[in-house]
């Protein structure tokens, strides 16, 4: 969560604009407020912060109010410590102005630092965690110590997974610490440097990177000094790290909505040919990767909100393919199966983005116990790709709405390829999957959102919508329900068909809204069972299925596919929760609270 964009220049840059256009990019991280500091080429130091998406910010009045300058500092925030106001926005400064620190996570040891602080004097103007780091290095450099210095002495004394970067307005010298939360240097021409919590926040200016790994520090030295490389340091010793320079191949997808309203309904349409690109993998590392799964001794795949439900619906898929007893298990709660963690133990872990904090804690369990990890992640280069022992790319492009869509169903594609793999069938999976994104592009078209359209109309009013399935659409259900949920705001609940009657039968009512998952599989036969009972109370019953029945009093129709239904039965729940946001008034893209990327507990 939250973003961080800095740039160091020389000569006649427009920092403010460069940081503002980066920025933009990684709204997605947070979006309750933003603000950039700039120092211009005679000194003067302007700060700007807004409450709101900086998606909105006005490059000509940002200009205007900040002028143009070659340093620049910038933020954009998912609020932890201290509420939404342009107070708590960041840069924060010390007592004394100069400083100006921008900070991605959580200080867990807030409280403690803070105090001692406060006893000696600084003003705190803030509500925020991050504004203890600026009062540290003021002290710190009270006492003769370089920025490099003090911001290294303040980031070992931090707990909780974070990454800062201290700007001194001074002598627009610059420090960036990663403890944990990711931050990327960019190396453009002429001596152009980035800083970023994501690749994206620079890659439209360069693809050459340098990261920063975790528990170590970047130093950037002011605009005017000749040389104008970065040098890298462990924060613990402050001994000098050697780093390499890595050209970025990816493109991070198109980041423009291409002519659609929304980056949700453009991400669920290209849904046509994620479901393929998400295959489009070497055999050989498919093939490596089933032959893990297959010797492991113990398979946990792990991952957070509807990755972890991908995870859920992974476990069924590796039982009917494969015959393979994997575990699922949601991240932040991973840490209770460490008793059953050994070195023989194979871990997959499944992200878009690769930096939920929630899974890369429960990938540092696994690692301690001697596990290997394997991820299937989205964003090349991101902190769950670099830790894992091995990685698969989704190659879904950027997936920029909150919600998830073309990224799941590109998980839940290559989790049924490994199962297939795992099976010794790697060409019956390819076959099915590749029919099945045929099906996918088909579906896909203006007749059928035109008939969700309706349903969603129907539907705006209810309080609840309940969505069963069973078997591997059970996990579907749920991630139904979140779909429903952080896009509508309405209530919705998923579970499987057999539970209904041990409780959430109660809740059904006349009229009451019920998504029943029903594929062509084992289950077909008690799922409807499950419909026809909300139905004898009166319950409204919104089947996803191949075929209509008489239990259906809405049919949205899917393609017969095999072990693929969870990919073919999420989809029209993804459209359906895209028209309710529209229909109620919410911005489907940005949903209150919630951020893309979850880097805090
Ligand atoms: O980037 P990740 O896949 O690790 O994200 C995990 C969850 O935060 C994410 O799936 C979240 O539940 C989405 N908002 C769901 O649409």
């Given at each position: 969560m939250c973003g961080i964009v800095v740039y160091s220049g020389r000569g006649r840059d427009d920092a403010p604009a460069l940081v503002l256009e980066g920025l933009k990019k990684l709204e997605y991280r947070g979006y309750d407020s933003w603000g950039i500091t700039s120092v211009d080429r005679k000194g003067r130091v302007s700060t700007l912060k807004r409450v709101g998406k900086i998606g909105g910010a006005d490059p000509r009045s940002v200009r205007k109010l900040l002028g143009s300058g070659s340093v620049a500092v910038g933020h954009t925030r998912w609020a932890t410590?201290?509420?939404?106001s342009e107070r708590n926005a960041h840069p924060q400064f010390d007592c004394a102005g100069r400083i100006a620190v921008v900070h991605n996570g959580i200080i867990e040891n807030y409280q403690e630092l803070k105090a001692p602080l406060v006893a000696r004097g600084h003003r705190f103007t803030s509500e925020t965690d991050t504004e203890l780091i600026t009062h540290y290095i003021e002290e710190y450099m009270g006492k003769g110590l370089s920025l490099q210095e003090a911001a290294r002495l303040v980031a070992r004394r931090l707990k909780g997974r974070s990454a800062f970067v201290a700007v001194d307005t001074r002598s627009c010298r610059i420090a960036a610490a990663r403890l944990g939360a990711p931050l990327i240097v960019g190396v453009g021409d002429k001596g152009r440097l980035f800083i970023s919590s994501d690749v994206s926040g620079f890659l439209d200016h360069t693809k050459r990177v340098m990261y920063i790994d975790d528990n170590e520090m970047a130093a950037l030295s002011g605009s005017g000094d000749r040389s104008r490389m970065p040098s890298f340091f462990e924060i613990g010793s402050g001994k000098r790290v050697r780093k390499r320079i890595i050209t970025v191949g990816w493109k991070g997808g198109t980041e423009s909505k291409s002519g659609y309203e929304h980056f949700l309904i453009k991400e669920i349409m290209e849904q046509k040919r994620t479901i393929a690109q998400a295959i489009n993998q070497d055999d050989w590392r498919i093939r490596q990767a089933a032959g893990r799964i297959r010797n492991a001794f113990g398979v946990f795949i792990v991952g957070a909100g509807t990755a972890g439900r991908v995870c859920a619906a992974g476990e069924y898929l590796f039982s009917d393919i494969a015959r393979k007893h994997v575990n699922s298990a949601v991240a932040s709660e991973f840490a209770s199966y460490r008793h059953y963690l050994t070195r023989k133990t194979l871990m997959i872990a499944v992200s878009q983005s690769g930096e939920t904090v929630d899974l890369l804690d429960a990938i540092d369990v696994a690692k301690s116990k001697g596990a290997r990890v394997l991820s299937l992640v989205n964003v090349f280069g991101s902190t769950l790709m670099r830790a894992s022992d091995d990685y698969l790319m989704l190659n879904a492009g950027a997936e920029k709405a909150v919600a998830s869509t073309k990224a799941t169903t590109a998980q839940l594609s290559l989790l049924t390829l490994l199962a297939y793999a795992t099976a010794g069938r790697l060409k019956d999976g390819k076959r099915l999957l590749l029919d099945t994104a045929a099906q996918v592009n088909d579906m896909l078209n203006p007749r059928y959102e035109d008939r969700i359209k309706r349903l969603a109309r129907k539907l705006k009013g209810q309080k609840d919508i309940f969505v069963i399935g069973r078997g591997v659409n059970y996990p579907m259900a749920e991630e139904a329900a979140i779909k429903l949920q952080e896009t509508s705001y309405i209530h919705a609940h998923g579970f499987a068909g057999g539970e209904l009657k041990h409780g959430p039968l109660a809740l059904v009512r006349k009229g009451s809204a019920c998504i029943v998952m029903a594929a062509n599989d084992d289950s077909k036969r008690e799922i409807m069972g499950n419909a026809m009972e909300v139905r004898a109370r009166g319950g409204y019953v919104i089947g996803v299925a191949p075929e209509n029945s008489d239990v259906f009093d809405y049919w949205l129709k899917v393609p017969d596919a095999g072990s693929a239904s969870p990919i073919v039965n999420i989809i029209p729940v993804q459209i359906l929760a895209y028209h309710l946001a529209l229909l109620r008034g919410i911005n489907p893209d940005y949903p209150r609270n919630l951020a893309k990327s979850v880097t805090v507990k």
């Open positions: 410590h201290g509420g939404i």
